[in-house]
């Protein structure tokens, strides 16, 4: 039996259910959900998803969010500029498009915040369109029935997947076969320890039993206080999304709920280019007396 044919008898019995995986879905809920996931686990994105389009059930009602309402609505998720992006975005089809999400890579990519994995996720799940769709899972799998990898942290580059990929999709079942793809990777052929005895394309894989698993060096980032910046600014934004909207709080209280300790002299300058850097990306507001959350 081909590849294809096991890998989608094996995701028939398996299947993992997402609230975004259903049959015929609606495009701004993929467009939504896709972009809640990147960089977000599956189980937050089910939780958060229900939640958001309560509040923005169509790509209109989005459009006219401010950063305040789509920064709320975003809690759970990090990576908050992704939210500020796929408000743009959805004010962009509305203005540009007529509230239609392009079917089109190029136009799709136009959009703000949307890059190369979430227009080809979008044309995948909600047309079905034969196009070859990369996450980091997917990337693994590809990688590992390719060629003979040696250990768990060796992948192919994109530009050699992409054709091995497109062999494979069938040209009716393209968002059965990348769901497919990304449970077999999430479940099975997993980062760190691959069940490769439990693998339904274990025998034509070259990979199958042979990777020696190692530790994928970590990216470094600037760091106060032991955590990366990144986290920091999260933790901000968290302790003013839990505020009622326009409620201003003092800077120094702002520091002592996001770091349960008061702020030292020599971190004062730290705080305030984080401030200011957040103000600038539309986060929130700075005031005369204190700091609240965007309009
Ligand atoms: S046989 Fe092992 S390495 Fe190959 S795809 Fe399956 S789980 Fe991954």
């Given at each position: 039996m081909d590849c294809t044919r096991s890998l989608l008898r094996w995701y028939r019995k398996n299947a993992r259910t997402f609230p975004w995986r259903i049959e015929k879905p609606d495009p701004y809920v993929v467009l939504v959900s896709e972009t809640m996931l990147q960089q977000t686990q599956t189980s937050r994105v089910a939780e958060a998803l229900p939640k958001f389009l309560e509040r923005f059930p169509t790509i209109e009602t989005l459009a006219k969010a401010t950063n305040g309402d789509v920064i709320r609505q975003w809690k759970g998720l990090g990576y908050n500029s992704r939210a500020l992006r796929l408000r743009d975005a959805a004010k962009a089809v509305v203005a540009?498009?007529?509230?239609?999400?392009?079917?089109?890579?190029?136009?799709?990519?136009?959009l703000p915040g949307v890059g190369p994995y979430t227009s080809a996720a979008f044309l995948c799940f909600a047309h079905n369109k034969k196009v070859v769709v990369l996450d980091v899972n997917v990337r693994r799998v590809y990688s590992r029935l390719m060629k003979?990898?040696?250990?768990?942290?060796?992948?192919?580059?994109?530009?050699?997947l992409i054709p091995f990929a497109e062999s494979f999709i069938p040209a009716r079942s393209a968002?059965?076969?990348?769901?497919?793809?990304m449970d077999l990777g999430a479940t099975i052929c997993t980062a760190r320890s691959p069940a490769c005895t439990s693998c339904p394309l274990a025998q034509s894989c070259p990979s199958n039993s042979i990777l020696i698993n190692v530790a994928r060096a970590k990216k470094r980032e600037p760091e106060f206080r032991g955590d990366p910046?990144?986290?920091?600014?999260?933790?901000?934004?968290?302790?003013l999304r839990r505020c009622?909207?326009?409620?201003?709080?003092?800077l120094s209280v702002l520091f002592k709920r996001a770091a349960g300790s008061p702020l030292l002299d020599d971190e004062q300058e730290w705080y305030a280019a984080t401030l200011e850097q957040l103000q600038t990306d539309g986060f929130i507001r700075l005031m005369p007396k204190g700091v609240r959350l965007a309009d």
């Open positions: 540009d498009h007529g509230g239609i999400i392009p079917r089109s890579l190029p136009l799709l990519q136009s003979r990898q040696r250990t768990t942290a060796d992948t192919e580059t994109d530009n050699t968002a059965e076969w990348h769901h497919a793809v910046r990144r986290l920091w600014r999260g933790r901000f934004i968290d302790v009622s909207p326009r409620t201003e709080l003092k």
